[in-house]
């Protein structure tokens, strides 16, 4: 599907739009019908920067940060405007269905569903498979899309009357962004590449892809808990002024004087600081993992490298040399970067790595034998000091 194709489909929607707007046309003002246009034209804008950076136009690319951009447009930023767009009249008809609609977009149910749909496209299995499949890539897109409006319409709703009460509003916006927020933090504070398909720009430097997770992690977790905790402090003071108004519209039936604070109002401000002290805790980094490391250091891999030693072990340099063809007691390494990848069927390079150095014995290059390399570096490496010999090994050109 080319950029066109998408172009021609969405021509195709703001007509069917217009048609419907024409309709309802004399239930508003013209400046309204001309706002709800205005946002809709912005939507139309936002789904087009889903689809069009595909992994099919992009290529190598396609970075996993883009992904979570656009997962976030889907979930987020499009159905808001969508919902701008679309005047509460125009949906009107479906009040007649009142009763499953309700069912259909209740909180439980739409917060179940879509959580299991957004951590379900992550599972790696999944998502590698839509980043090579152009089509299921487009039932992925489309099903995030889908989602994102059943996901904010408990809150949103262009029909007021399907919306949550205001209490359960709060605890779902909460809620919902659990999953999110943590498959963030775990993108950001895992220090294993999750997805290692090829189409993730891991052929030109595992390194990088590292960091690309990391970015993409930060783009979900904190941009998604930001809107997340915006969302909650509007449907608060939502609340708190509807409430306000009911009780004063009470108290002048009662002839009575407003005591000031009721005690409802009070215990709505202490809901709210209690869920936003937890989400705060919940979105410190600290929180979630303080000792693993955030990135993979090439430059602290090549000084591990050269050291004659590395604490009771022996050191690379003394078996290996980065000079082409030059063979100590070990290969030489001089063109790692490039061969990794093409010595065990199935595993990337950062996976080659990996293994050879943790498991030196599960694959022995043309030449030399098993036992030969040091066999014991799983038991003196940290994580964080193979990450960076592996980084380290990637940049070798
Ligand atoms: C005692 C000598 C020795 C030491 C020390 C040693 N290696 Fe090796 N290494 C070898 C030998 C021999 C092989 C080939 C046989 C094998 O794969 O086990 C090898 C293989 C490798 C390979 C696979 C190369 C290829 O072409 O597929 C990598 C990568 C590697 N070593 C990295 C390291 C790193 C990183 C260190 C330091 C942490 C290290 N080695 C320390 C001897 C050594």
Redesign the pocket.
């Known amino acids: 599907m080319t950029a066109v194709n998408l172009f021609i489909i969405f021509l195709a929607v703001l007509g069917i739009y217009a048609i419907l707007m024409s309709r309802i046309a004399d239930q508003m003002t013209p400046s309204q019908q001309g706002r709800h246009l205005v946002w809709f034209t912005l939507e139309m804008v936002v789904v087009l920067a889903i689809f069009i950076p595909s992994p099919d136009l992009l290529g190598p690319d396609y970075r996993f940060t883009v992904s979570m951009g656009q997962l976030l447009f889907a979930v987020d930023l499009g159905p808001l405007l969508l919902f701008q767009g679309i005047p509460g009249q125009m949906l009107r008809p479906l009040l007649k269905w009142d009763k499953l609609g309700r069912f259909l977009t209740s909180a439980v149910l739409v917060g179940f569903v879509c959580s299991v749909i957004m951590v379900g496209w992550h599972v790696p299995a999944l998502f590698e498979t839509a980043s090579r499949n152009f089509p299921i890539w487009i039932l992925k897109e489309l099903m995030l899309l889908v989602s994102g409006l059943l996901l904010w319409w408990p809150v949103d709703g262009p029909l007021r009357e399907w919306r949550s009460a205001y209490p359960i509003q709060l605890l779902y916006l909460f809620l919902i962004r659990v999953p999110m927020v943590i498959l963030g933090a775990f993108f950001t504070f895992a220090n294993i590449l999750i997805y290692t398909s090829r189409s993730f720009a891991l052929e030109i430097c595992a390194p990088s892809s590292i960091s690309d997770q990391q970015a993409g992690g930060l783009v979900m977790g904190v941009v998604s808990g930001f809107i997340g905790l915006a969302a909650l402090t509007i449907v608060f003071f939502n609340w708190l002024k509807e409430s306000n108004q009911a009780d004063l519209k009470r108290n002048i039936l009662k002839k009575e004087n407003s005591s000031g604070v009721s005690s409802k109002n009070i215990f709505v401000v202490a809901l709210f600081f209690v869920m936003v002290l937890t989400a705060i805790r919940l979105f410190n980094p600290d929180h979630t993992s303080s000792d693993i490391p955030l990135t993979s250091d090439p430059a602290a891999g090549e000084v591990l490298?050269n050291q004659g030693t590395?604490d009771s072990a022996?050191?690379?340099v003394?078996?290996?040399t980065i000079q082409p063809n030059q063979v100590k007691?070990?290969?030489s390494?001089a063109d790692?970067a490039r061969?990794?990848e093409t010595?065990v069927k199935g595993q990337t390079a950062e996976q080659y790595?990996r293994s050879?150095?943790l498991d030196?014995?599960a694959?022995?290059?043309e030449g030399?034998?098993?036992n030969?390399?040091?066999q014991k570096?799983k038991d003196v490496?940290s994580d964080k000091q193979v990450n960076d010999?592996i980084a380290y090994?990637l940049s070798l050109n």
């Open positions: 490298f590395i022996p050191g690379c003394l078996c290996h007691f070990g290969p390494l790692i061969t990794a010595r790595l050879s150095i030196p014995n694959y022995i290059p030399f034998n098993p030969q390399m040091y570096y490496l010999l090994l």
